[in-house]
């Protein structure tokens, strides 16, 4: 058993899988692509966050990340395997999620960690798989934001700055 001996933050983290027709290269084609006015805000709690600032970390985000391959995008939603909620998945892949939340629910009774391990790692890859199907074609990215350094992080995190752009949320909290 894991016993912290230290202070322990409420601070959180997620990854965004991104699925672009284009990347692009320039703060307004952020701007553009995320559907935001570059000189407005957006409000996250009592804070005001500059779109402007956002859509420049997240071209930087994109110009210092490689494209996404089938590997990585197992590995991340991985992290969160329930990932993929609102995803119109094919019957045998919302089968496996099935089997997976069973999973879930049993092995915190029976502590059958190995057959948890088995059947998420099924659903990640079929899932994984679907995505890039689904989206062939499209530049993938994976971008991570956390709400432990900053308002503007914190918006980027949970303000949903991706709504405008098809992409699989994964929760790391």
Known sequence: MKVRRFLV?????????????????SVEEVG???GMDLDG???YYTTAVSVRRIAERVLDDLRTTEEATLEDVTERLYEDALAGDGID???HIAAIRKRLEEAES?????EDWEH???VRREYTEAL???LLEKYAGKHVYILEYSD????YEAAMEHGDIFRSVPHVYVNHH
């Open 32 to 34: 553009e692509m995320l």
């Open 106 to 110: 049993k092995a915190r009774i029976t």
């Open 116 to 118: 948890l391990h088995e």
């Open 128 to 130: 994984a798989a679907h």
């Open 41 to 43: 805000h957006l409000w």
């Open 148 to 151: 432990n350094c900053m308002d």
């Open 9 to 25: 933050s409420n601070s959180s983290s997620s990854s965004f899988i991104l699925f672009l027709d284009k990347v692009p290269r």
């Open 89 to 91: 998945m094919p019957k």
